[in-house]
């Protein structure tokens, strides 16, 4: 089946633009998620969802970043009022979440989508 | 708070040969999840492991074997018989299931492994 995708693959944005990045998960996978990976960094978690209901947003870094799922599968990582600090790696990752099996919290990530501030 | 520290930056190896890649983390809980992922050149990231906490045995997938210790807070990742095709960023992450609230994974720094021919 589809693996997680992400558009588009590569953004430039000029400092002040704002930026809206797609993430379509594995179908059926209940969570979501939302990381920043810096150049040479690991990624960081930014924020999660199960189903529409955003249950963490702590690693978001400002109040210029809003992720939604209205439909519990789609999601859209929005940054408003781009800044060159937030030229990252920007990966979503989904997971089945099902009860009882370790399998159920394997994350599986999309290819990413490369934002670059200018 | 937990942590995950990979301790070296880059590695290399020969084809053909066995590496091992270093990892260390700190948690004060008892049931986790360890994993090993793989990030190749430009491409997405896969799952390489995964390691339960409360399972003693050590994980093995074909050429993939960790060495978990658990007291030590130590999860090693050995690759034998390297190909060219390992070459990639090695990421360590540590994962806790806080019953819905909070699921994510914290990851390390990587470490850059170059399999030579």
């Known amino acids: 089946g589809a693996g997680v995708s992400q558009s588009p693959r590569y953004k430039v944005a000029k400092r002040g633009q704002d930026v809206a990045l797609r993430c379509d998960p594995i179908s059926g996978h209940v969570s979501l998620f939302w990381y920043q990976q810096a150049l040479g960094q690991g990624p960081e978690f930014l924020t999660y969802f199960q189903n529409e209901a955003q249950l963490d947003k702590s690693g978001l870094p400002s109040d210029r970043f809003f992720a939604e799922r209205p439909e519990g599968s789609v999601s859209t990582l929005k940054i408003q009022r781009t800044q060159q600090e937030d030229s990252a790696v920007y990966l979503c990752?989904?997971?089945?979440?099902?009860?009882?099996?370790?399998?159920?919290?394997?994350?599986?990530f999309g290819p990413g989508t490369r934002l670059t501030v200018t | 708070a937990q942590t995950v520290t990979q301790s070296q930056p880059e590695m290399s190896v020969q084809e053909a040969e066995t590496v091992t890649l270093s990892c260390t983390y700190d948690t004060s809980e008892n049931n986790y999840y360890l994993f090993w992922y793989k990030q190749p050149p430009s491409r997405q990231m896969i799952l390489v492991i995964r390691q339960e906490a409360y399972k003693q045995q050590n994980a093995t997938e074909n050429r993939f074997s960790v060495n978990f210790q658990k007291a030590a807070k130590s999860f090693s990742l050995k690759i034998s018989d390297s190909q060219l095709g390992d070459t990639a960023m090695y990421f360590c992450a540590f994962f806790f299931h806080y019953g819905g609230a909070t699921n994510k994974l914290i990851f390390g720094t990587g470490t850059l492994l170059a399999v030579q021919p």
């Open positions: 990752a989904s997971s089945l979440k099902g009860v009882g099996t370790s399998h159920s919290y394997e994350q599986y």
